[in-house]
């Protein structure tokens, strides 16, 4: 039962992520130690994206243009379109900075795992999900702060600060894993439980203290039920879109059924593992947890809705 409701043992993980903080946050003097651990994980977490994105394979799967093109298109195009109506249609019900959250929501990259788990279980095609995963969060690290702050306005202005924790926390780390491929990439591959279970250990670290600076500034005094609800909705309805949008965007583009099914996940999923990282970077602690919070409901539903619909876009095809 509880594998069919969390596909993803990692849903569970975050679920107790953010009990944990509602019920213990950080406080006082442990808040800077927990920052600094925080950023220490995050540190990590892009040191091993960067020797674990293979490189090469981007370099000749860009030759696909025509499903790598339509997913750039719609992971930073489409969708950050669709953050900007969930953001304006939300506006007039919740928090300012809640709403923002659906705007950042729509300018990450896709998932890297889930995505190509999705696609493979759905019978698309795995080698590009794989190309598409890499050159998607590649593109992500440079193009989703650059992305926010054109969109965002006031509330996305990057200062000169934000930008150099950007390039020391996510960019350069990113950039010196690419670099160690060639030694490192073998251990990360013949580990992958352990390269895996360091990665998530490190998402949840991001997420446990900036929701905590939420919490230890309010967030549930600050969010009644309805308004909760409304965040639970839109979330719905922007999931349903995104996945609804990039099925017909592959259909319109005449893709083969399992580039077809590599476009919807690739191109409809978001990935929390650059958006807490990235929230924890540009805004404050307090902001950051408030911001986080429609990523968090959309990344642990997308988890649940692709495992639900992957065995079913298996089934044989009639002709």
Known sequence: MLARIFPDRFVPVLLATILIASLLPVRGEAVPVAQGVSTAAIVLLFFLNGVRLPRDEVLHGVRNWKLQGAGLAFCFGGMALLGVVAQAATAPFLPATLALGFLFLGILPSTVQSATASSSMAGGNVAASVVAAALLNLTGVIASPLLFAALAGNAGAISGAAALRIALILLLPFVAGQAAQRWLRPWVLRHRELATFMDRTSIAIAVYVAFSAAVVGGIWTRLDGREIGITFAAVAALLALAFAAAWALGGLLRLRRPDRVTLLFAGAQKSIAVGAPLAATLFPPAIAGVVLVPILVY?????????????????????
């Not at 990344?299 to 002709?319: C, D, G």
Request: charged share 10%; aromatic share 10%; no cysteine.
């Open 299 to 319: 990344h642990m539903a997308q988890l649940i809705l692709s495992a639900w619909i992957a065995p079913f876009l298996n089934r044989p095809q009639e002709v």
